[in-house]
Each structure stands twice: as structure tokens, then as C-alpha cells.
């Protein structure tokens, strides 16, 4: 169980979240993840609280390096200027460049990129390769714009942005309502004011100008692999189990994908409208074509597969979760389950939890999951594949060399057994037995900890 910051017993845990939460209270989403991170550090604080308190580590923790916000003014199709407002959190570069997505969707604000720049923090640190972490986006919607619109909208971002990052420096990538397109039309610009050929700068690129392969698959794969360790390590056979994903974008579709080879049913996914139940598996051929070049609702399915069944969402449990399936995959967004739906997952029978989107399950969903034995695979682990592959397009940015589908798919495999290893060793070395929620945040604290006293007070 996640102990809350009401049960601390290190005063000097308590103090900085509290003086945190009084400073910051309007964002909401931002004190959820902190707490949520902190409250499970308190054995590692413990032990070690004369020298954090010394250097004063978790205020430092807790603070963002740079928060940087700005304008964003760009004409639409019908001749109007439009203003939107960006941002970029680099919250921590004690261990590589900071590296996160950028953001496109009405919700961006503040409190949510600071919430996922510091759960990036500790994403990266999981990985095990030489990346900080932070997180971008704006408040501009992509949705029914015309290319053009989200050209004209990215290259003015991108004439602000570019102040502010580089290969060396901060390194973004994409997120929801950023994906090849946007990545390209940023790159071109930053590509024009800069006037040379910086590919590493943005990762998420096309094939022609420096991207990776299996990039796009990245983090549904990585959860998928994650997912098959955990289960492995508590003697629960992958394969012929029956799973729910919610979402439909690419994380969504990619854990699809793979959990499928896994041989898993995937039996029902969703968008924000309502949710698809097919009881022979998800025509994934399908859900593709909506998705990535129909770019429509997931009701089409039932014009590919009519006896699939269809269920708008009403009120403020998302239909998908009323579905019986032993894994449940949030792929989606932050706070999509909360305790009221966590309720009704595990009166459904479910085994697991893999969250592919960051921070889906609200904290008491998680306290809920783990106090009734289901297994959490917690975002910032779970979900590191993404991030991962964006570090490897890097690595092959700066060689100037291109490696395969296969190649970039063993080392992805690879670092998800190796970050499960580390969040299972870290539960086990403070006996929290099979919290990889905790063991999750422990592993990657050491090691941001680690390099934050060694470079000093920065």
C-alpha cells in the first residue's frame, strides 16, 4: 500500500510536502503525482534524512529548473488570428539533457506539465540511459484543423520553443495531439531558423530525416513486455488471457499489437465517445484504419465488424471499464480510473493493471488495486518504452548510422526487463513484496538523488 503523506513519520517528508502543496495548491494534477512519488519514498528518506535535509535534496526535487510559457499567435484557414498559450518544464537535468513529449490539447495548463515533466524525471532515470526529464505542449487543439492550420500553428511554436532547446540541451518528442506530422513541421522550422541540421533535437521524426524504426511502437510494446515479466515473476501465464484497452491512439494501438502476439484477446477499446466490445478479439486491422488515416471515431468499427457492440460514455465511469477482462490497460489519459471505477474493475475478476498512459489510475485507484492483490504496472515504468526508443534515435542521431526494426526491438526488450528488474529488486530491498509502484519510484529516486548530491547545490 502507498502510504499517505497523513501517516509520514519523517517530519522532514511531511514539511516538504506540505510547504509544496500550500505553494502550488491550484495544481491539482502536479500534488497528485508529487504525493503520490514522495509518501513512497519515506524508507529511503528515512535513512538517509541528515544528508537530504543537509542539502536540502527534496526542495530541490520538487522545484522545476525552468518553467518557460508563451504566446502562441497563428492565423487560421479563414484569415483570423488565434493565440494559444505554450509551455515547456524542464523540471530535472541531473542525470542527461532533459527529454519529454510535447503536449497538444485543449487541458494542457501548468499543473499538468509540471505533473508530467516530474513523472518524466524518474521515467528516465528507470531507463538506465543518460536522459532528465521534462515536458512540453499548448493548449491548441488539432483536432478538425486543416494541415495547414497545424503547420502554421507548429512553426510558430517552434519560432519560441527553439530558444530553449537543442541536442545537448533539451530534447522533446511527442505526446497526445503531437505526432509524425507535428514532428515534422517543428523540425522544419527549428531546421530554418537554426540553419543546420540538428536531428537530434526532436525525436518522434520520419523515417526520411533521422528517425527510428519501431519508434511508433515503442511504448506499447514496452508495456506489453513489462506486463509478461510481471506476470512472469508471480507465476501468471500471458498468454490466453483477456484484456480491455482504453484509448486508441498510438500507445493503444501498438499494446494492442503486441499483447496480441503474446497471444492475448484484446476484447475492447475506446475513445472519448464510448467503447467497442468485439468478443473474438479487436480487428486491429481495423481499429488502424479509423484511427491512423481515417482519423474518425471508434463507432466506425461496427461498419468493419457488425456484430461488434458499441456503448457511448455516460456519467463519470468510461463504459470500457464495465467490461470483464483479466488485464486492464488505461492507455489513455491521466485520472481516467478512479476509485469508483477501481471498484468495479476488481469486482470484475481483473488480475492486472498496466498503465499505458501516465498517471491514469487516480492514487486511491492504485491504494485499491494493491490493498485487494492485483498487480500494478505503475506509468513512469511501465510505460518508459517510448522515451527509450526516443534516447536510442538519439544515440543513432549523433552516429549518423540507422539500425533495424529487429535491432531497436531486442534493445527496447532488453531495457523493459531490465527497468521491471529494478522496480522488483527495490520493492523487495524495503518489503514492499510486490509493490512495483514503490519499488518503481525508490529505484529511479537513488539514482536522481545519486547524481543531484554529487554535481552540488545546483
Not at 545537448?168 to 506530422?181: C, M, Y
Not at 465517445?273 to 471508434?298: F, H, M, P, Q, T
Request: charged share 25%; aromatic share 8%.
Amino acid at each position: 500500500m502507498i502510504t499517505s503523506e497523513r501517516q509520514l513519520r519523517s517530519d522532514y517528508l511531511r514539511k516538504v510536502i506540505e510547504e509544496t502543496e500550500a505553494k502550488n495548491s491550484h495544481e491539482k494534477e502536479f500534488i497528485q503525482a508529487l504525493k503520490e512519488v514522495l509518501s513512497s519514498l519515506e524508507p529511503v528518506i528515512i535513512k538517509n534524512e541528515e544528508l537530504f535535509k543537509s542539502v536540502s535534496l527534496l526542495e530541490r526535487l520538487v522545484e522545476p529548473e525552468r518553467i518557460v510559457s508563451f504566446r502562441v499567435p497563428w492565423i487560421d484557414d479563414k484569415g483570423q488570428v488565434q493565440v494559444n498559450r505554450g509551455y515547456r518544464v524542464q523540471f530535472n537535468g541531473a542525470i542527461g539533457p532533459y527529454k519529454g513529449g510535447l503536449r497538444f490539447h485543449p487541458s494542457v495548463n501548468q499543473s499538468i506539465m509540471k505533473f508530467l515533466s516530474f513523472e518524466q524525471i524518474f521515467k528516465n532515470a528507470l531507463t538506465g540511459l543518460p536522459i532528465g526529464g521534462g515536458k512540453g505542449g499548448s493548449d491548441f487543439d488539432p483536432k478538425g484543423k486543416s494541415d495547414f492550420e497545424i503547420m502554421k500553428f507548429c512553426q510558430s511554436f517552434m519560432n519560441e520553443l527553439q530558444k530553449y532547446i537543442g541536442q545537448d540541451l533539451d530534447v522533446p518528442a511527442g505526446d497526445i495531439g503531437v505526432g509524425g506530422r507535428e514532428i515534422g513541421y517543428l523540425f522544419g522550422q527549428y531546421r530554418k531558423i537554426k540553419n543546420t541540421y540538428e536531428a537530434g533535437v526532436l525525436t518522434g521524426k520520419g523515417l526520411e530525416y533521422g528517425g527510428s524504426l519501431a519508434r511508433r511502437e515503442a511504448t506499447g510494446y514496452g508495456l506489453m513486455y513489462f506486463m509478461r515479466e510481471m506476470l512472469n515473476a508471480n507465476n501468471i501465464e500471458l498468454n490466453g488471457k483477456t484484456a480491455i484497452i482504453s484509448g486508441s491512439g498510438n500507445v493503444a494501438i501498438y499494446a494492442c499489437e503486441k499483447a496480441q502476439a503474446l497471444g492475448v484477446k484484446v476484447v475492447a477499446m475506446c475513445d472519448s465517445s464510448g467503447c467497442i466490445y468485439d468478443e473474438n478479439g479487436i480487428n486491429l486491422n481495423a481499429i488502424k484504419e479509423i484511427k491512423e488515416v481515417k482519423r474518425a471515431r471508434i463507432k466506425e468499427y461496427l461498419n468493419y465488424v457488425p456484430t461488434a457492440k458499441y456503448t457511448e460514455n455516460n456519467g463519470t465511469t468510461p463504459a470500457i471499464y464495465n467490461i470483464k477482462a483479466d488485464i486492464i490497460l488505461p492507455c489513455a489519459t491521466q485520472n481516467d480510473i478512479n476509485l469508483e471505477t477501481a471498484k468495479i474493475i476488481v469486482a470484475n475478476g481483473a488480475i492486472a493493471v498496466g498503465e499505458g498512459a501516465n498517471m491514469p489510475c487516480t492514487n486511491e485507484a492504485v491504494e485499491y488495486f494493491i490493498e485487494n492483490k492485483l498487480l500494478v504496472a505503475p506509468g513512469k515504468a511501465a510505460n518508459a518504452g517510448g522515451v527509450a526508443t526516443s534516447a536510442l534515435e538519439m544515440s543513432q542521431n549523433s552516429t549518423r548510422c540507422s539500425w533495424t526494426f529487429e535491432e531497436v526491438d531486442q534493445k527496447l526488450e532488453k531495457i523493459m526487463i531490465n527497468i521491471f528488474k529494478q522496480c522488483s529488486e527495490s520493492a523487495k530491498e524495503y518489503d514492499f513484496d510486490n509493490n512495483y509502484v514503490v519499488g518503481a519510484n525508490i529505484a529511479a529516486f537513488k539514482k536522481i538523488s545519486g547524481a543531484m548530491i554529487a554535481q552540488g547545490i545546483i
